[in-house]
């Protein structure tokens, strides 16, 4: 009986498991387009693109494959985005829903520099320092609108643009209206909406300092702070024992 009881726990522990990751992975956001940017206090950034070739196509006006079959050429992927002075991209591929997805991932040292490449051009991007902090704005225009076909788009497709800030986050304009884990905004829109040209306007106003400064700041007070308590807690041990010590020799004498 307690075998037969242990293979049928083991048994729903393996459904609840596999039922969990579909439920997961049914409930997370998949983009057709999504332009990622890991943003540094000095202006530099890391920015991702992961895109169906399609969405570049529909939204870039490049001249790629749509079809899914047809070959791509990985070096003119790489030329489309590449930035005079900066590394060259890093680029995978992969697949989904029938559709070719490209991931391509470049530093830039100002990220101001991305509307002066052509498959940015459709932002401008502005990094200033205020007062009261730093302030990241970035307009998102109209695409290029060039037709792609047997795309395979069922008209639920959404694009996002994402940033990850560095430091506390005093304001921004994300429609969630919510900062995620590690510093995450996104704006997103429906691919439709992007295609017909909607604007799209992000603002982050962010405090100089970085996180991870302010992490370790803390981190170090907190020693100290602990530091000087246990050396008071010490201090009175001591004393106290001292004046027992005192006490004791004077009793004799009393």
Same mark, same amino acid.
């Given at each position: 009986?307690?075998?037969?009881?242990?293979?049928?726990?083991?048994?729903?522990? !393996?459904?609840?498991?596999?039922?969990?990751? /579909? @439920?997961?992975? @049914?409930?997370?956001?998949?983009?057709? =387009?999504?332009?990622?940017? =890991?943003?540094?206090?000095?202006? *530099?950034?890391?920015?991702?693109?992961? +895109? *169906?070739?399609?969405?570049?196509? /529909?939204?870039?006006?490049?001249?790629?494959? +749509?079809?899914?079959? /047809?070959?791509?050429?990985?070096?003119?992927?790489?030329?489309?985005?590449?930035?005079?002075? +900066?590394?060259?991209?890093?680029?995978?591929?992969?697949?989904?829903?029938?559709?070719?997805?490209?991931?391509?991932?470049?530093?830039?040292? #100002?990220?101001?520099?991305?509307?002066?490449?052509?498959?940015? *051009?459709?932002?401008? =991007?502005?990094?200033?320092?205020?007062?009261?902090?730093?302030?990241?704005?970035?307009?998102?225009?109209?695409? /290029?609108?060039?037709?792609?076909?047997?795309?395979?788009? &069922?008209?639920?497709?959404? !694009?996002?643009?994402?940033?990850?800030?560095?430091?506390?986050?005093?304001?921004?304009? +994300?429609?969630?209206?919510?900062?995620?884990?590690?510093?995450?905004?996104?704006?997103?829109?429906?691919?439709?909406?992007?295609?017909?040209?909607?604007?799209?306007?992000?603002?982050?106003?962010?405090?100089?300092? &970085?996180?991870?400064? *302010?992490?370790?700041?803390?981190?170090?007070?907190?020693?100290? @702070?602990?530091?000087?308590?246990?050396?008071?807690?010490?201090?009175?041990?001591?004393?106290?024992?001292?004046? #027992?010590?005192?006490?004791?020799? @004077?009793?004799?004498?009393?």
């Amino acid at each position: 009986m307690p075998v037969r009881m242990f293979k049928l726990a083991l048994i729903m522990s !393996v459904v609840t498991c596999v039922v969990t990751s /579909a @439920a997961c992975s @049914a409930l997370t956001q998949k983009y057709e =387009y999504e332009e990622e940017i =890991y943003l540094r206090l000095d202006g *530099s950034a890391t920015v991702n693109v992961n +895109a *169906s070739v399609a969405s570049l196509v /529909a939204l870039r006006g490049v001249d790629l494959p +749509a079809d899914p079959k /047809a070959r791509l050429d990985r070096d003119r992927v790489r030329s489309l985005f590449s930035l005079p002075g +900066a590394q060259p991209p890093r680029l995978t591929l992969s697949r989904r829903d029938g559709r070719r997805f490209v991931h391509i991932s470049l530093d830039v040292p #100002d990220v101001r520099q991305l509307q002066r490449q052509r498959m940015f *051009s459709w932002s401008t =991007y502005r990094f200033d320092r205020e007062s009261d902090g730093l302030v990241y704005r970035q307009r998102v225009g109209a695409p /290029a609108n060039s037709p792609s076909a047997s795309t395979g788009w &069922s008209g639920g497709e959404m !694009v996002v643009f994402k940033m990850h800030i560095p430091s506390q986050i005093p304001y921004h304009n +994300a429609p969630s209206r919510q900062t995620e884990r590690g510093n995450i905004l996104r704006w997103e829109q429906p691919l439709a909406a992007r295609l017909k040209g909607e604007p799209l306007d992000v603002e982050v106003r962010m405090k100089p300092e &970085s996180i991870l400064y *302010s992490t370790l700041l803390l981190f170090g007070l907190t020693i100290v @702070a602990a530091a000087i308590t246990f050396g008071v807690v010490i201090w009175w041990v001591v004393r106290r024992g001292h004046d #027992d010590v005192g006490a004791t020799h @004077a009793s004799p004498s009393q």
